[in-house]
Antibody, heavy 119, light 113 residues
Framework: EVQLVESGGGVVQRGGSLRLSCADS????????MNWVRQAPGKGLEWVGN????????HYVDSVRGRFFISRDNTKRSLYLQMNNLRDEDTALYYCARDRHGHGDLDSWGQGTLVTVSS | QSALTQPASVSGSPGQSITISCVGT??????????ISWYQQHPGQAPKLMIFDVSNRPSGISNRFSGSRTGNTASLTISGLQAEDEADYYCNSFRRASPPVYVFGTGTTVTVL
């Protein structure tokens, strides 16, 4: 069973930076697109971005483009989210999720890591 | 990027069928791709994939859950409603744009009366 475990969340000041990690226990990690999805407290899901199997192509939602950067290390079966110039509205629970077929069908999710941006 | 539109809440009695709509545009839900998925989320838990590629169920998902699409509207139908179906539900679609993105719906709370 695929198990994704996020880490790196915490409290950060507005304008600060944070790097999230997601470790995958599945040896087929390198076969899949990987995604970051966030959920602000009491709110709905928001797709943040994704990265292709080789780490060569990334896509982002407009609100984070130029501030957030997704990368991966297939040798470590790990996914990363570098978040810079953090804003109040970035406060959320951040999930990593595996895209099973490359069609946005996210079949495995971690439990999330909480990022709180304080002023 | 604007979210897809879902009703805030839908309710039904045990055994009934309910349908949740997800309204988008010709650039996403109504587009040429069939990349529409549905997720169930219970409080305090991570989302769970229920439907992918408009109408396909992952292994282990009950056949009480079904998906469809007509024009710019996708739908999730839950038949034989059960207490355990009470949760939040989100649609998601690929959006043909430059660059391409995925977008979630606004979310629907299902209540079993």
């Amino acid at each position: 069973e695929v198990q994704l475990v996020e880490s790196g969340g915490g409290v950060v000041q507005r304008g600060g930076s944070l790097r999230l990690s997601c470790a995958d226990s599945d040896y087929s990690f390198s076969n899949y697109w990987m995604n970051w999805v966030r959920q602000a407290p009491g709110k709905g899901l928001e797709w943040v971005g994704n990265v292709d199997q080789g780490g060569n192509m990334q896509h982002y939602v407009d609100s984070v483009r130029g501030r957030f950067f997704i990368s991966r290390d297939n040798t470590k079966r790990s996914l990363y989210l570098q978040m810079n110039n953090l804003r109040d509205e970035d406060t959320a629970l951040y999930y990593c999720a595996r895209d099973r077929h490359g069609h946005g069908d996210l079949d495995s999710w971690g439990q999330g890591t909480l990022v709180t941006v304080s002023s | 990027q604007s979210a897809l539109t879902q009703p805030a809440s839908v309710s039904g009695s045990p055994g009934q069928s309910i349908t949740i709509s997800c309204v988008g545009t010709s650039s996403d839900v109504g587009g040429e791709y069939n990349y529409i998925s549905w997720y169930q989320q219970h409080p305090g838990q991570a989302p769970k994939l229920m439907i992918f590629d408009v109408s396909n169920r992952p292994s282990g998902i009950s056949n009480r859950f079904s998906g469809s699409r007509t024009g710019n509207t996708a739908s999730l139908t839950i038949s034989g409603l059960q207490a355990e179906d009470e949760a939040d539900y989100y649609c998601n679609s690929f959006r043909r744009a430059s660059p391409p993105v995925y977008v979630f719906g606004t979310g629907t709370t299902v209540t079993v009366l």
